[in-house]
T-cell receptor, first 111, second 114 residues
């Protein structure tokens, strides 16, 4: 089966750093994506990892360990606009381009 | 500029009355997807097209159909909507079969059933 686990909700304060974890069990592995989704809006692509290690993109970084089936998204210098859901999605071997999504982590950033 | 456009943003229909949601894209991507997303849940893939090849998910109800008349447009038809079909419907596209191909989402259509 395919399973992706993320915490349901997290809170943090403006200017802080937050780490959102994702663990996965999928049939095969061909990459992991992180998406941001504001309430009532479409998911927007944040990052992609296919090899182990850290990918940095401005205030956002994403880490992958394939042997542990584990990824995290790191958000630095949090801003109020970062309040959103963060979805972890894995491409397994169930067909090209198909993603399995986690239920998302709702992040609330407070002043 | 929006590259994956869904119309309408909000759709209200009556129980059992057929409804069609539309999606268009300016990216010239050959893969188009339809997802259903309910509140606080993961997007659930209903089906996808690779060019004209239609791929239905095993657990997608027969009530849901799709058409892709050309590269740019894709439609989701719900033949007899039930109350459980109230959800956000997301259209997405991706280009080709390369490993790094993120999916690009439209803003979604929120469907309500009366």
């Amino acid at each position: 089966g395919q399973n992706i686990d993320q915490p349901t909700e997290m809170t943090a304060t403006e200017g802080a750093i937050v780490q959102i974890n994702c663990t996965y069990q999928t049939s095969g592995f061909n990459g992991l994506f992180w998406y941001q989704q504001h309430a009532g809006e479409a998911p927007t692509f944040l990052s992609y990892n296919v090899l182990d290690g850290l990918e940095e993109k401005g205030r956002f970084s994403s880490f992958l360990s394939r042997s542990k089936g584990y990824s995290y998204l790191l958000l630095k210098e949090l801003q109020m606009k970062d309040s959103a859901s963060y979805l972890c999605a894995v491409r397994g071997d169930t067909g090209f381009q198909k993603l399995v999504f986690g239920t998302g982590t709702r992040l609330l950033v407070s002043p | 500029d929006a590259m994956v456009i869904q119309n309408p943003r909000y759709q209200v229909t009556q129980f059992g009355k057929p409804v069609t949601l539309s999606c268009s894209q300016t990216l010239n991507h050959n893969v188009m997807y339809w997802y259903q997303q309910k509140s606080s849940q993961a997007p659930k893939l209903l089906f996808h097209y690779y060019d004209k090849d239609f791929n239905n998910e095993a657990d997608t109800p027969d009530n849901f159909q799709s058409r892709r008349p050309n590269t740019s447009f894709c439609f989701l038809d719900i033949r007899s909507p039930g109350l459980g079909d109230a959800a956000m419907y997301l259209c997405a596209t991706s280009g080709g079969t390369g490993r790094y191909q993120p999916q690009h989402f439209g803003d979604g259509t929120r469907l309500s059933i009366l």
